[in-house]
């Protein structure tokens, strides 16, 4: 039988979004009221084909463009084959389990699959809804993702704001018993749905890694170090000592774990990163090696100059404690500051403290975290190798 002819949704432009993101300010409203999360077919003003989307009138992301071919059926075979796409990068492309069982399976947009993030945690899938339209995919996304990991534990969520937002109701099943998983030969605690996302971040696998090898022989200090990965990490590929500091009472005890699952003596303490550092300053303490991965500043567009703000301070303030020849990992994971603001706002941080940043490498997320060109937003991760003089 013939598929039944989608709902139109009108562009106010004649020209492509340009974007698979498309704000309820750039559409014609439809006539007829359509459930949010309903597929629809984007008609540019001239009424021109633009491509399948996910329509919701009540969020901002009006469109979520999913397909710009205007023969192809966007269903559970569609799901299906890009969540196949997907796999495939990760195990034949990146070779992924080879080097950890840990990583991330769907990438949302970078993946085609706007609305949807995947993360494999050992043998369960943590799965987070962004949009009401995946949402409704879920028994399709949830059969494509036990057909490629067999016996998987499903675990999916979407967070308040966003059922919000997106006027869903997302019911999450019951949440695993904390687990182990392995990255780089290292075994770390993932507990998701714990109240701190997973407890472990895979998107920074990668520069764990290449921070462990310049940490060699350095004291190191871990700022904001959620489950204490760094300071694992440097530890274990031969660092002199490591402390980790983070205000969260919950997640230094995973620390504490992940430092005992891998022999290492890393000490955790719970403070303000800013009470702490003045306080070791003070008593002339520094340290060679010091990372600085604070959690998303913000959201909101309207604050990324407040967000801009914060991480000058902090940056700032990491300086105090680290020696000439010192080395900095500065990091950020707020999607809406782009690299070259970052950039930027290091170079004031460098002004103000008289001294010299050396730039050694930027890098992102891993690959299994991938961007497409018309969404610098999914390059949210930035993670910047600085020497100091």
Known sequence: MPTPALPIIRLKSDRAPGHPWVWSAQVHKPEQKLPPGSLVDVHDARG??????????????????????????????????????AVQLRRDWLQLDKVSDAWRVVH?????????????????????????GMW??????????????????????????????????????????????????????????????????????DNRKRFAELAKGRRV??????????????MAAGAREAVGVDLDAGILEVARANAQANNVAVTFEQADIFDWVRAAVARGEQYDAVILDPAKLTRDRNKVMDA???????????????PPGGLLLTCSCTGLVGESEFLEMLRRVAL??????????????????????????????KAVFCRLD
């Open 48 to 85: 021109r084909p633009v491509g399948k989307a996910f329509w919701n009138g009540h969020a901002r992301i009006a469109l979520r463009l999913l397909e710009t071919h205007p023969d192809e059926t966007v269903d559970a075979a569609w799901v299906d084959a890009r969540i196949a796409r």
């Open 352 to 381: 103000n403290a008289g001294r010299e940043i050396q730039v050694l490498e930027v890098r992102g997320a891993g690959a299994d975290h991938p961007f497409r060109t018309d969404v610098p937003e999914g390059r949210y991760l």
């Open 221 to 234: 200090l871990d700022l904001c170090c959620n489950a204490g990965g760094f300071a694992v990490h440097a």
């Open 108 to 132: 949302s947009e970078g993946d085609g699959l706007s609305g949807l993030i995947v993360d494999r945690y050992a043998d369960v899938l943590v799965i987070e809804y962004f949009a009401a």
């Open 136 to 205: 409704k995919f879920r028994e399709a996304i949830h059969a494509a993702l036990l057909a490629h990991f067999p016996g998987a534990q499903l675990y999916w969520f979407a967070e308040s704001h966003v059922q919000k937002q997106e006027s869903f109701d997302c019911r999450s099943p019951d949440v695993p018993p904390p687990f182990e998983v392995h990255e780089h030969g290292l075994r770390f605690h993932a507990a998701p749905g714990s109240g701190h996302k997973t407890g472990f971040f895979a998107d920074q696998r």
């Open 308 to 322: 801009l703000k914060k991480y000058f301070a902090m940056n700032r303030m990491a300086l105090d404690i680290i």
